[in-house]
Every structure is written in C-alpha cells, then in structure tokens.
C-alpha cells in the first residue's frame, strides 16, 4: 500500500506540470492497476483523484450550426467523445451511506470534418466542468450515487469567410458560461485502492448572445443542454492517515491482481526561433520571423488480460496546443507531439484501441515487465503474435532503442523516424489494420496490411485502397556490445497525384494553378520504399543509431511528410560517468532529399504535404540535432534541446533555422 501512496503523489506532480504548462489541468492517472478480490467490508472514505472517458450530446440552441465532433464508432453529436478528469472525498457516516463532493473537467472530441455542412458561422463547445455533492448507498464494493451542483464551460463561434466552406474561418468569438448540473450513477471497488464508475450527467448552462452583425450576419443565441455518459476509474489516496499502521480490524482496500494495469503520460513541449533570412515565402514556408508555439498531451494507457495470451489495450489521449506555423515550413519537423495537437483547447481522442493475441511455441521463456500497453508475466521466446485494432505504426515497426520517442529522446520527425517511410496515419498520426511477428531468440519477422488516408493529409482512413510494410529484425553481439539491424520494405496504394503529370498538365496551359492541377488528376497511384535501421551499444551507457531509407518519389506523400531519401544517425550517452546514471545527452544529424520530379514541382510552385515556398534553389535540408535530458525525480524529465536546420524545406535561398526546445515529461 506504500508504494501506491508513493506513486499517487507523482501523479499529484503530473497533475499540477499539466495546470501549469497550458493552463489546463494534467492528470491524475498513473500506476499500475492491479484486480480483485471480494470483501464483504469496504470503506469509502477518502480523497481520490481520476479520469474518465465516454460520450455525449445534446444541443447549444436553434439555429447555432454547431460543429460535428467525432464519435469514432458512435454517430458524431455536439461533442462527440469526451474525456477529462475527476477529483474528490467521500465520507462514510455509517455502514451504507456516503456523503462526497467531486470536482471534473471534460473535453470534447475533435473535429468530424466530413460531416462539416456549408454556414456562414458555427458553434462549438470546447469544454465543461462541474463541482458536485454525490450522496451514495454504499452495498460491500458497489455504491449507487445521486450527484448534483454547480457547472460551467466555453463555448465559441466560428465565423466563415464562405458560408459554402465552413473549414475557412476569419474570426472566432467565444465565452464561458454557469450553469447547473444533476446526475447519477454508480461505482464499484475494483482492486487495491483502485474503483471504476459509470456515470450519466446532465448539464445546462446559461444562454449567450453573440452579436454577428459586425460580419453581415444575425445574432445568434448559444443555449447548451448538455448530455454526459462517462465511465472513469478513481484511485483513492489511502484507507488510513497516511504512513500510519493499519489496525488489524481495519477496513482495507481489496487485494491486487495482475490482469490489468494503467500507466499514464504527460509532455509539455515548447518551443521557439528567432528571426531568419527569408528573401521570400510561400503558402506553408515557415515564417522568417521569430515565433514561438507549445504543445501539451496526456495519455491514458490501460490493459486488461482477457484469456491466455489475449489481451486489449486503450489509449486515450488529450491534446492541445499547435506546431510551429501550425507544423508546417520544414520537411524534418521539430517537434514529434506537434501532429497530435492543432488545437486551442484540448481535445480527446481514443488513439489505440487493439486487441493482442500470443501464441507461444514452447521452448524458453522470458520475462515480460509491467509497462505501458504492457502486461506483466512470462512468455514463450518463440511465438507468433497477433494484433488488431488502431495503433501507430511505429509502436511495432522501424523500433530503434536511441531514436525512437519525440517524448524521451530526438524530438525531430526525421531523427526518430525513417523519414522517407511514408507510413499511413490519419492527421495523429495512428492507423487501423493487423499485424502479424514471429519471434525468434535472435531475429524476428513481422509484417502489417493498413488503411491510408483518403487523400493526402486527410484524417479519413480507408481500406479501399490500403498500405502495407514487412521488417526483419536481426540481433546480435559485437565484442559482447549487443546491436540490432532492422531492415524494411513498404508499399501503400492512395489517392495521389503524380508530379510529372501535374508538371505536365500546367505546362500546356501555363494559366491554370498547378496545385488544383495536382487535386484534379489524384487517383489510386503506389508509393514503395524500404529502409534500414541500426541500434549498436558500443559500451555501458553509450549507444549509437543511424537510419537510411528511400522512397520512388513519383506520386504525393500521404501521411508523413515530405521526404524521399533520408539518411540519419548519431549517439546516445548515459550519464553515469558524471554521477548521473539517469540523465541522457543525445547528438544526431540528419539529410533529407527529394526525387527530381518532387522537387520540379515544388520549384513551380507546388505546395506539399508540410512545405511549399512557391519557388525553390533546392539543396538537401540538413539537421543537427543535440539534447540534454536531466532526471527531476523517478517518472519525470526535464529535456534542453537545440535544433539547427540548414535549408529549410530544401531552399538554399531561406535560413539557416536555430530552433530551441524544453521538455517536460512525466510517465507513471
């Protein structure tokens, strides 16, 4: 039970870190979950913090145009899936009655683009909280509640440039509003100090008039009615005072178990440049002058075991903040949370939802730790596993031990990836498909079929056409040094347009733009590639990494980002020799490249997937990226990181870009 407390307190610190970074609040999430055992005797008293996640709906009025947010599998409403969390105290007057107060913020989903209808404005709600008195009838580990108080939120409006294209917004205006709430629901002891809750809410908030007139258009009265299912997990803080003995005829929490777990993260990631010779731009070239952008997210990770070798793993995430120039000018991109973000408020989105299944094969088995998307126990060495369900394609593919995640190591798109692996992701960055590895002690073959985007940049997935990538992974030792070489070849189908057909189409009619040229002449085109990827220890705490890959460069990039040969490497040192073992420094460098097509079409004025200055004096853009990462305390870094980009999204004519970083990650 003391290591619980020990752990709930960082989560404490994470919470605060996530207020304080972008006046939103983090988390209270954290820890491994451990399972049940049943008790005739529980007791409820006590502080909890928690999360939750579910869906909602409603309505903000007549005549709002509110904007589609995404149910994912459920019909899109005006705030399609929500998330938050939740913090409170419950009181036990007597072997069934509990008196608590809870206080919650929930964030909406992102935006259902496809299901946006052509107005002239549209309303929005970006969040709601509220502040509770719960009365409860507590049975053993089960408690029905009332609950009821006090409710606010912020609404916005959307003003359209064209009431034919509400995706093109000139002005925006928006304010919070009181309200009240009532709901009920109910709660149930889960194991250790851990409980779960499903939980219905209804919320009114106050209605607000928005004056349109100063854009042609009627006032508009915004008037939400707000419906809420939740289901959330709470970890209470202690049975007892804290670190005092527990009596013998205590009322305990339950036991724990190992069927399932909850880890969490959050990163706060800065970031800034100052001003850049910068002669002249284009549509998505990065601004010559100085500017500075943050992004902030938290993600849930939970597991649960369902049979022998089965397990389903759930990652929500909140998201809020925006990329520089709203990640776009550079080719390699200097912030790896920056395509998870774009947005004022936090938005939540369910990112992985998959389902694993193990087949061992017998032999000798290892050990597996607990750990995000990860449950603890043993598991045969050899085995074939099988996942299905969402996922990022990186979480099983083109793996490197120093170069692999923006949020603990290299935070540039083109250190930490293959760069010219145009893998299929909607705007996140997260995929739909199966993927399929058989293990062996000393190598390992896994292979993957996925959906793409519909169209270049597009944040719908189809299987229409689709994508596909097989690894080889080989590992070995060097003078007792253990390495691994991972060698990739990939191939997806998408609706793209070829350059040299756009090239060829402006040409003869050099009045038409050749970026509607370009939309006018997509359909299902390939795209193939392959890459290689090598991690090598070369002594204790210092390690080395280099990556190289290739694409054929003929059509548009789908997903990633706008490179067709990449070459990268660089090292990794632990700090042990200078006292502190759990700090890290990292240098590396990167050269990214195009094929000669894709570079004719940017230099005519194409605009890409990231970068389009509207001419081009293309030379390779040319990365040197250098990180310290200082240890605060077990869970939580502070990183320092220095970017220096040479001809920014291949033009000699602009930069050379200093970017500077900070860092500040949690994981529980």
Not at 185 to 198: P, Y
Not at 205 to 232: A, C, W
Not at 450 to 477: C, H, I, M, Q
Request: proline share 5%.
């Amino acid at each position: 039970m003391s290591r619980h407390r020990r752990t709930m307190t960082r989560a404490l610190a994470g919470a605060g870190l996530g207020m304080f970074a972008l006046a939103s609040s983090a988390t209270a999430a954290d820890m491994a979950l451990k399972a049940p055992a049943f008790k005739t005797i529980y007791d409820w008293t006590g502080f909890y913090l928690g999360g939750h996640f579910g869906y909602g709906g409603g309505s903000l009025g007549p005549d709002t145009n509110p904007l589609p947010e995404q149910g994912v599998f459920l019909p899109h409403s005006i705030t399609g899936l929500i998330g938050g969390y939740q913090a409170g105290y419950n009181r036990q007057l007597s072997n069934h009655f509990v008196l608590g107060i809870e206080a919650d913020a929930s964030f909406t989903g992102s935006l259902d683009a496809p299901r946006l209808m052509p107005a002239p404005f549209n309303a929005t709600i970006d969040y709601v909280g509220t502040l509770r008195g719960r009365i409860g009838y507590a049975h053993g580990i089960w408690m029905p509640y009332l609950t009821g108080g006090f409710a606010w939120g912020h609404n916005h409006v959307n003003i359209n440039e064209d009431p034919a294209n509400s995706s093109n917004i000139i002005s925006r205006v928006g304010d919070n509003q009181t309200g009240w709430t009532a709901g009920a629901g109910v709660e149930f002891a889960v194991s250790g100090n851990w409980s779960a809750k499903v939980e219905y809410d209804y919320i009114d908030l106050s209605r607000r008039m928005y004056d349109l007139s100063g854009f042609g258009l009627p006032g508009v009265n915004v008037d939400p009615r707000i419906h809420l299912f939740k289901f959330g997990l709470n970890y209470r803080l202690g049975d007892t005072p804290w670190n005092a003995p527990v009596a013998a005829n205590a009322k305990t929490a339950l036991p724990e178990s190992d069927a399932w777990n909850v880890h969490a993260q959050t990163t706060f990631l800065p970031q800034t440049y100052p001003s850049f010779r910068s002669p002249y731009a284009g549509a998505d070239s990065l601004p010559g002058r100085s500017q500075t952008q943050a992004t902030w997210t938290m993600t849930a990770f939970l597991g649960v075991r369902l049979w022998e070798g089965g397990e389903f793993y759930f990652d929500p995430e909140i998201a809020q903040g925006f990329g520089l120039n709203g990640t776009l000018g550079l080719a390699g991109f200097p912030n790896g949370e920056a395509q998870k973000a774009g947005a004022e408020y936090p938005k939540i989105r369910p990112q992985r939802y998959y389902l694993k299944q193990t087949f061992g094969l017998g032999g000798l088995q290892e050990d597996v730790a607990d750990g995000p998307n990860q449950l603890a126990g043993k598991r045969d060495i050899d085995r074939v596993t099988l996942i299905v369900g969402r996922f990022a394609v990186g979480d099983f593919f083109d793996n490197n031990a120093y170069a692999h995640d923006s949020r603990a190591d290299f935070m540039n798109w083109a250190m930490w990836s293959s760069a010219a692996y145009d893998f299929p992701a909607d705007l996140p960055g997260y995929t739909r498909g199966a993927v399929v590895e058989l293990n062996r002690k000393d190598w390992a073959l896994r292979a993957a079929v996925l959906e793409v985007p519909s169209a270049p940049n597009s944040d719908v997935l189809t299987f229409k056409t689709g994508g596909t990538v097989v690894e080889f992974e080989e590992r070995y030792t060097i003078f007792d040094q253990p390495g691994k070489l991972r060698l990739g070849a990939f191939g997806t189908q998408g609706n793209t347009g070829n350059y040299r057909q756009a090239l060829a189409v402006e040409a003869a009619d050099p009045a038409q733009d050749i970026n509607v040229v370009m939309t006018g002449i997509q359909h299902t085109n390939p795209k193939y590639g392959v890459y290689a990827n090598l991690e090598q220890q070369v002594a204790k705490d210092v390690g080395l990494f280099a990556r190289a890959s290739w694409n054929d460069g003929q059509n548009q990039i789908l997903s990633f980002t706008d490179i067709d040969r990449s070459l990268s490497g660089g090292l990794s040192i632990k700090g042990s020799s200078w006292g502190r073992p759990s700090d890290t420094i990292g240098i590396g460098g990167a050269i990214n490249g195009l094929s000669n097509a894709h570079r004719d079409f940017l230099a005519a004025g194409g605009i890409g997937l990231l970068i389009g200055d509207g001419q081009l004096n293309y030379r390779p853009e040319q990365i040197l990226e250098a990180y310290y990462a200082y240890a605060l305390g077990k869970g939580f870094t502070l990183t320092a990181d220095y970017q220096f980009i040479t001809n920014p999204a291949y033009n000699a004519d602009r930069g050379p870009v200093s970017i500077f970083s900070g860092r500040l990650h949690g994981e529980f």
